[in-house]
């Protein structure tokens, strides 16, 4: 077997941030409605992470649980820990109505990073960066394009589909070019 | 370019970042209705200079489907309910009322 | 002549000289010039033509309001029509053409118009241009397209950049003038979040010019200290060479950020487009002066008062010499006063009004300026220059009483508050009697999505034209409590300005004068829309607003009637015999001033102007040789073409070796939707015409989605995953659509289901290993048992393949022993060339779109898009055995027992082979016998599918035809585009293996 590869295979531009793409990152989109028993410990089993509350995404180390919508949660943890995590929530929601699936594979990953990169976001996004809170994952759109992100470690991450990466990543370079700063 | 209030994840969500889905509260006819029945649910709309209820879902945000009381003419927004109720919440429906006393209901 | 002064103007830098050039001339300003003002400083008044007399045109004024100096700028890629010089700032470099006229601006064979001006009336395009009704096309048309637009449209590509950027606040304040800054000083201080825009390069507006004195400050000095007060908030924001083109909808406003206009080349955007939400938004937006209409008022040489002293004041530039003021009002006085201490002379201020007694009228005199109340000038002098006036009583019809030389003209008709921002989302407007001006109601404001007010005029822009601060102070406030912040507990400062006695409309000069005087005074400068123009269509019965402007072209050019649409639509009123506030405005729409098409586009350009959907395995097919075709938004390759082939020949070698060995098609775009839950079968059968809840774990079922109408809208094959899982296949582009309607369904109808869906489209890479040889390859590769035993027709399996994690579904869509493979996207490029490998040896190609299309026609599989319109069902399309009986309902069930759906009369799918072998054109119809009620021939069906089979040899095709299936072997005719028809046998749909023996091997 190959060893995976990213959308872009980690494309990286440097303008007035810096943007690379990551990953492959292991995804996991969980969707159980709120108060299904098990779903915590289902969470928990996959991350290690507390259930997220509306629109926050909790981190433990590498893997990080996000609030997609009052019923789908995206787990985030290492690519090759997912078969483990699913069989962790299968066994956490047995007898329970869900839905967990892997799609590592359908993202693409980028960090946009250095103290001017929410001016990079805010040329493509509807957003008000001023109040997205930390710990706030918002899910919108990038251009033309369906993207989710939030602030961690001083930058951005971006997750989008990964048929659309290179478009994305033409987005954050041009959006990044140097004497383009807001 | 309007703002709705996604009453799923709380964001206010503008007009591009939703899509319509036309008049809320139809009810669907299938089978054994009329034909009466059937053109009414399938062709039908109020399409009123007012006071509407409508459907949009929050497409490029967490893809729920919802619903909104506005005014086709002014663009007030009335407020932004679940998708899962068969008529407007009362509080939305005093609302309304306070402002537009003429109003005739949703239905 | 107008010249550059010894001494002074507050904005431009002496000691930094610009080079630029004007029709290839080089000349010379300052830094800190307008493209206007250094024109005037090299006495360059002429500077264009008008667009239907071609008379000579020169500045008029010095802002956003200039309806003349427009000009192309730049060249090649950077070439720009219809630049304001007013609002162009001056850099090195700069080069400028006029515009509308041949050969040269100052010899201009189009000028004869202006001699046939009495037969060129208004509406004249309309009277003359609309017979011969068979003329217009051949004609006029291009007549008029020949001698349309002002500008030339730039041919290249532009070389600059632009963006877009989103922002928010609390308070959004248009116009940087001394109403903007004291409402921007207001809510900082009451911390709200506040942007300050200005649409020119510097803060201050009027008042710096005019003299006021706030706070015990010059104005200057009060703007300086209170920019620099701001620029200490952190939340307020100011931006320079901003303008607000438009507000809209929920406080949506879009701006116009001038970054690199007058800095080209050095690498940052050329402009960037704001797209603003505000909680507020304050319209300080100051008002602009009015000409007078008097005859020759269009002479270069006449400019706007107003205008006349920011060339003086701010940038030491002389429109003349000698100069006469002309005014209905006391603020034009400021000129004369200006003008004098400039140094110049003021040959006389002819003022309408019977007395001026203000304060800047006494001034004035004190001044030993010559003022002449009750009078009129009843014509200027002059043809591509000012050469004097001839003076009259405004009480009478034009006789002249005395005649005055000069070389410019300072005309004052009052000012309008510029309310764009106010009208643009529905905001009224009021007359304002004493004032002769429109300004906003405040009783019937534009709202925002609570209802309550969406924007404020302040200042000016709001009729307080003498306390525009106090005013601004105090409509502040009325939006920082509406916001829910604290109002200021101060005062406005102090502004002292003189007292100004009421002005008197004059709308036309003088009150009775003669047509002919009439027909020489301009109100819309640049379409040459005269007082005479307006009084005809008004006569011919045009009364509405909106009609005499389209009629007349009033206030429809690139200026937008800033200058013309009050004293237009004031001649209207009288000719009309009724009151301004009867006939009102014209619409207000955006832009306020226009913004270049590269701003409204932002990023959307080159590589990223769409985004491109990409498979894993997009490189590889780009490295070999494939010709792409779009499919929503995907690259597909149509085909992989070889050194030396055409498309066609690529395709057809395609073909044939998938059928004889073995093709590889990237089918990576395919939806694939996973449903799951205790609900989900009896969702699925509501959702398919068929049963899929009965379908076993393990195996395939195709199956057919309609519309509530019934109309067939998406197809795919439905695999079993386990006992409450299903995976729904959907057509390449339909994936999202279909599972929005999943969802739709889900959560507005039966939201009592137990049903979740996710979209793992992207997820998986899937290749179609097709042909003879296909299971050769697959073993070659190893890990699966792929036999017919193991893995029969309409099974899947997962396992592994050459060490790929993958599931594989036996399924086809060529009619050939077929697997479809699903890998994890981030091995799809590896598996892809793990299988190119392996397939070496039993001779393997990959095929394309193009192919696989050919190959399910030979077999008669219909296409979504292709044997479907959104008006076929899938009963047209022989598709019964897919449709349930059994079933009480499935979405589209209701829709499908209509009536005329069931009608025996209608269209359905049959095949057809051409009587010669060739190819049906692609859309041919089949005509009937017989007309239709519009006369056009009646038809019995049309082609939906056609192409040259490699497989046959000959032209096939897929078709809807009336009663088809009861036609077989009946010849029916196609039309082509030439005219003739091709003689096609109606046939079965299935071309080859009609038992379907090659793919159940």
């Known amino acids: 077997m190959s060893d995976p590869v990213s959308a872009l295979g980690g494309a990286t531009f440097e303008g007035f941030a810096s943007v690379r793409e990551i990953g492959p990152l292991g995804m996991i989109t969980l969707r159980a409605k709120a108060g299904t028993a098990g779903l915590e410990a289902a969470v928990h089993a996959a991350t290690g992470c507390a259930l997220p509350a ?49 799609v590592s594979d359908a993202r693409a990953v980028f960090r946009i990073e250095g103290a001017k990169a929410d001016q990079v976001l805010r040329k493509l996004s509807p957003v008000d960066f001023d109040r997205l809170e930390p710990g706030e994952l918002r899910r919108s759109r990038a251009a033309q394009v369906a993207a989710a992100f939030w602030a961690e470690d001083g930058g951005f991450t971006l997750v989008c589909f990964r048929s659309v990466a290179a478009y994305v990543m033409g987005l954050l370079s041009t959006s990044a070019q140097p004497g383009s700063e807001l | 370019m309007l703002i709705l209030e996604c009453p799923y994840c709380g964001v206010k969500a503008e ?50 489907w919802f619903l909104a009381a506005r005014c086709t003419a002014t663009l007030e927004v009335f407020g932004t309910y679940l998708a899962q109720t068969a008529e407007p919440p009362a509080e939305i429906v005093e609302k309304i009322k ?10 | ?138 004609f006029f048309e291009p007549i008029i397209r020949q001698s349309a637009g002002l500008g030339s ?54 008042a710096p010019v005019d003299g006021d004195v706030i706070d015990g400050l010059p104005a200057a000095d009060w703007v300086e200290r209170s920019v620099a007060a701001l620029m200490a908030m952190d939340n307020v924001t100011l931006r320079l060479r901003c303008m607000a083109a438009g ?96 140094g110049l002379e003021v040959a006389a201020v002819i003022d309408a009004r019977a007395a001026a007694n203000g304060a800047l009228p006494s001034r004035a005199r004190a001044l030993g300026i010559r003022v002449e109340t009750g009078r009129a000038i009843a014509k200027v002098k002059g043809g591509k220059r000012v050469e004097g006036v001839e003076i009259c009583l405004q009480a009478g019809e034009g006789s002249a009483s005395s005649s005055l030389p000069c070389d410019a003209v300072a005309m004052s008709g009052g000012w309008s508050p510029v309310v764009h921002l106010w009208s643009h989302c529905g905001g009224k407007l009021i007359w304002d009697e004493e004032q002769a001006m429109f300004r906003p109601d405040p009783a019937r404001p534009p709202l925002h999505q609570d209802g309550s007010a969406m924007v404020m005029a302040a200042g000016a822009a709001n009729g307080a034209l003498r306390d525009a601060l106090a005013d601004a102070h105090a409509q502040v406030n009325i939006a920082l409590q509406a916001l829910g912040f604290a109002a200021a507990s101060s005062d406005a400062p102090a502004h002292t300005v003189p007292d100004e006695a009421p002005l008197e409309p004059v709308w036309v000069m003088p009150q009775g004068a003669s047509v002919a005087l009439r027909s020489k005074m301009w109100l819309d400068y640049q379409n040459d829309v005269k007082v005479s123009d307006v009084q005809l269509a008004a006569r011919e019965g045009y009364e509405s607003v909106e009609h005499t402007k389209r009629y007349t072209t009033l206030g429809m050019a690139t200026d937008q009637g800033k200058l013309s649409n009050i004293n237009g639509l004031a001649v209207l009123a009288d000719s009309l015999n009724t009151a301004i506030p009867q006939v009102g405005t014209t619409t207000f729409r955006p832009p306020y001033t226009p913004v270049p098409l590269g701003a409204l586009a932002g990023e959307a ?161 899937q290749v179609a290993v097709v042909g003879p040889n296909a299971r050769k390859v697959l073993e070659r590769l190893g890990g699966m048992d792929v036999s017919r035993e193991a893995l029969p027709f309409m099974a899947w399996r997962d396992g592994t393949l050459g060490g790929f994690p993958c599931r594989i579904y036996r399924i086809s869509f060529s009619g050939e022993l077929s697997y479809e493979i699903a890998v994890p996207a981030s091995h799809g490029a590896a598996f892809w060339e793990a299988l190119h490998k392996a397939g070496a040896e039993f001779g393997a190609m990959p095929y394309g779109t193009e192919a696989l299309h050919i190959m399910r026609a030979e077999k008669g599989f219909i296409m979504i898009g292709d044997e479907t319109d959104g008006t076929v069902i899938p009963q047209d399309l022989g598709l019964d055995w897919a449709i349930s009986k059994k079933k009480a309902d499935y979405l589209g069930k209701r829709g499908q027992e209509r009536s005329f759906l069931a009608n025996p009369d209608r269209w359905k799918l049959v095949g057809f082979e051409t009587l010669d072998g060739s190819v049906i054109e692609d859309g041919a119809y089949i005509p009937d016998h017989g007309m239709n009620p519009n006369n056009q021939r009646k038809v019995q069906g049309r082609v939906t599918s056609t192409y040259h089979s490699p497989t046959l040899g000959r032209g096939i095709a897929l078709g809807l035809l009336r009663q088809g299936p009861q036609r077989m072997g009946e010849v029916v005719e196609f039309t082509k585009r030439d005219g003739g028809t091709t003689k096609a046998r109606v046939v079965e749909t299935v071309f080859f293996d009609k038992d379907g023996e090659k793919q159940n091997v």
């Open chain 2, 98 to 107: 306070a402002k537009r006393p003429e109003w005739k209901g949703y239905s």
């Open chain 3, 247 to 342: 507000s809209y909808d929920h406080g949506y406003v879009l701006l116009d950020e001038k970054i690199a206009d007058h800095t080209p080349g050095d690498g940052r955007p050329k402009h960037r487009l704001w797209r603003m939400r505000t909680g507020k938004i304050l319209a300080a937006t100051g008002a602009i002066e009015r000409p007078l209409s008097f005859a020759g008022n269009d002479i270069p040489g006449v400019m706007l008062a107003g205008a006349v002293r920011d060339y003086v004041v701010n940038w030491a530039v002389s429109p003349g010499d000698r100069t006469v003021v002309v005014t209905n009002n006391d603020d034009a006085y400021r000129t004369a006063i200006a003008l004098h201490e400039a």
């Open chain 2, 15 to 64: 007009e591009t970042e939703l899509s319509p889905g036309g008049e809320a509260h139809l009810k669907r006819f299938g089978p054994g209705s009329s034909d009466d029945e059937f053109e009414a649910y399938m062709f039908a709309r109020k399409n009123p200079k007012g006071v509407h209820c409508e459907r949009w879902r929050h497409a490029y945000g967490c893809g729920k």
């Open chain 3, 605 to 765: 350009r080159g590589e990223i102007f769409q985004p491109l959907r990409k498979t894993p395995m997009h490189g590889w097919h780009e490295r070999n040789g494939a010709y792409f075709e779009p499919v929503g938004h995907w690259r597909r390759p149509y085909c992989f073409q070889r050194a030396g082939e055409t498309v066609h020949q690529a395709v057809e070698r395609e073909v044939k070796n998938t059928r004889q060995a073995l093709g590889f098609l990237d089918a990576s775009t395919l939806g694939k939707i996973i449903v799951k839950g205790p609900d989900a079968g009896r969702f699925l059968d509501m959702l398919y015409t068929g049963v899929m809840s009965t379908l076993p774990v393990g195996k395939c079922r195709y199956g057919l989605m309609c519309n509530e109408q019934g109309f067939l809208s998406d197809d795919g094959v439905v695999a079993r995953i386990d006992e409450d899982t299903w995976l729904c296949h959907t057509t390449s582009g339909g994936a999202d659509r279909i599972h929005a309607w999943m969802e739709d369904w889900l959560q507005c109808e039966w939201w009592d289901w137990q049903v979740f869906t996710a979209n793992v489209t992207e997820q998986y890479a």
């Open chain 3, 153 to 206: 449209a730039p041919k290249d590509r532009d070389a600059d950049r632009y963006e877009q950027a989103y922002a928010f606040c609390d308070l959004l304040i248009v116009g940087g003038g001394i109403a903007g800054l004291q409402a921007a000083l207001v809510a900082g201080r009451a911390g709200a979040r506040v942007w300050l825009v200005e649409q020119t390069a510097h803060w201050g507006g009027r």
């Open chain 1, 54 to 102: 509306q629109r926050r995404i909790v981190r433990q180390g590498d893997r990080a649980a996000g609030w997609m919508s009052p019923d789908e949660f995206l787990l985030i943890l290492p690519y090759g820990d997912v078969a483990a995590a699913l069989a962790g929530i299968a066994q956490a929601l047995q007898g329970q109505h869900h839905l967990a699936v892997d």
């Open chain 3, 1 to 138: 002549m107008s010249t550059r002064l010894k001494s002074g103007g507050r904005l431009i830098d002496r000691s930094a000289p610009v080079e630029f050039t004007f029709n290839g001339k080089r000349l010379r300003g300052c830094a800190g010039d307008t493209l206007a003002s250094a024109l005037l400083a090299n006495d360059q008044m002429l500077v264009g033509r008008s667009f239907k007399y071609h008379r000579p045109r020169g500045i008029v004024a010095s802002g956003a309001e200039e309806p003349n100096a427009l000009v192309n700028l730049g060249q090649g890629p950077r070439l720009e029509p219809n630049q304001r010089t007013t609002t162009t700032e001056l850099f090195d470099g700069l080069e400028a053409r006029s515009q509308n006229h041949w050969p040269s601006l100052e010899f201009d064979i189009g000028v004869v118009n202006n001699y046939a001006a009495r037969f060129l009336p208004g509406g004249f395009y309309y009277k003359t241009f609309i017979h011969p009704r068979a003329a217009w096309k051949h």
